[in-house]
């Protein structure tokens, strides 16, 4: 029991950056495609599109920070202070993106919060790619404790993987409006999303292959043999899917795009945990030097055990209460 | 935090030993019952502020009244209630963090019975208390129930384990004045309700119409005494605030620090914006008078929110 409960913890939480990344995704994602909205009207339909999820999106984040506070507060300690500039960014951007968002649709004047809107969703959206690169490239640790400075993340590996994730969340959120939208904005999206797909390899080919170079252990975790033998379908199921989407985005296909992008996404994530399992901080902590005791861990996984299916089931019904289209001037706010 | 329970230390580490004891610890109760009610108190505040100035203003006046019922009839109960709550939570906080209440009373030689202060200025320096205007014996009768009885002063501890006692005994003192004049408030309501003038005595009406903020400073109050009271402890009696400290440079929590009040600034402003100017347009027919019906009584309310901003 004693080892294999922060692997389970490490799953909870894995699913729950998973969670977040594909479904705040795709709304940060319709945040950093607003200003290619030609009006109003057609920034309430984009806005419209995501009113009923993006806020529910969101409480993943929760859980992915709380459950890591929770069940492994040892890398918490040394992710928080080494990443701090980039979280506390991110968090004041969603606050603002939130607030922007609700305010939109009460105001006479709607430019400073369409601003607002698309400044902080690109923001937050940079912060959590420089978040992932800064765990990528690694955190200096000294006696169990962070012992770096405050700017250690700033690196240009760090800021291709904020563009990168810029990238990944506007095709999710254009192959979302695809999907989710009529008229002009569904047909600006599919454009949208051709050259945006175009940018998500190029920056995935970029990010994994700076990776290996950067990261010897990462190079040797693909590339020694016997490992390239069975982790050789990742890279070629990628370009497959990638291969498709394009294919389906052409064709005018309106839900399979969406579909295929949260699949690269799903593919990345593959990547990470493949080239980094089991160091939580890496290169120096892993899932089991970090874990709580075995009391607090059973403890809290009753609790999210308990919950978690109750709020997957609601999730399900409100994508299910409001599928289909948003049309122009229709409201389900 | 403040009464930690259900743990054992082993190498200067806490570890959790009974999860229930954990959650519900000493101060559990008093602290929930007292802060749940100061929500209710502080919401029936606003909703007293409101009606009150719709009657003044003559707009309303169905809906007004019954805004002033309900705050009333909640107040009238609730604010007497909550100086019972705060008595028993103090009593609990006697027991457990003795040095926070001699900072919420200015209270230095716990040799002597306390007075009750209702103003003084807390010479920390020195350990003595200038420009005192006191009640004598007052905070040992509260405390102890007994004129002469004994409670811990803030010198029975070296300087290093005492609170800012500035700081934990104003912020007291506004909450006290604050909760004194709910209660004030709400029984003369009740009294004008039962007499059958309310409607009409417009001086008590102006002053509530201003009160909407009370209950807020109240619960800031509350909160900066319960939190600077505990000090120098960040978890009572096992960890200290200097001990807990992140390897983050002040300068990137100073930073932060402003970047977040600038933030909340933007925030607070327009959202108080947008509170009154739906304040100021009144309330709306419901969905069901004007035929429309909402799947929901959050999309309901915000639909005739909405309505009534977009006036």
Redesign the interface.
Known sequence: MEWYLPLIWAAVIGTAVVMYVIMDGFDLGIGILFPTARNESERDQMTRSIAPYWDGNETWLVLGGAGLFVAFPKAY?VI??AL??PV??ML?AL??RG?AFE?R???YSKTGWNIGFFVSSTVATVAQGVVLGGLIQGISVRDG???G??FDWATPFAFACGLSLVAGYALLGATWLTMKTEGPVAERARGQAKMLLVAVLVFMALVSLWTPLKQPRIAERWFSLPNFYFLWPVPFVTALIAYYAWRWIEAGREVPPFLATIALFLLGFLGLVISNFPYLVPPSLTVWDTAA?P??QI?MLLGTLLLLPIVLGYIGFVYWLFRGKVREGESY? | MQTPAGHELRGGIAYPRDWLTIIFNPSFPYRFAHMLNAAYLTTGFVVLAVGARYLLAGRHIEEARTMLRMAIGLTAVLAPLQLLLGDQHGLNTLQYQPIKVAAMEAHWDGSKPGDFHIFAWPDEEAGVNRFAISIPRGSSLVLTHHMNGLFPGLSSVPASDRPPVKVVFFAFRIMLAIGSFMIAAAMYGAYLWWRGTLFETRWYLRVMAQSWWIGFVAVISGWVVTESGRQPWIVHGILRTADATSPVPGASIAGTLALFVIAYGIVFWFGIYYINRLIAHGPQKVAAETGRFSPSPISAAQDTGREALQR
């Open positions: 300690a928080m202070p701090y500039l506390i960014v004041i606050v603002f607030v305010f649709h009460v105001s404790a962070f012992s400075g405050p005791t009391a607090s403890f706010h």
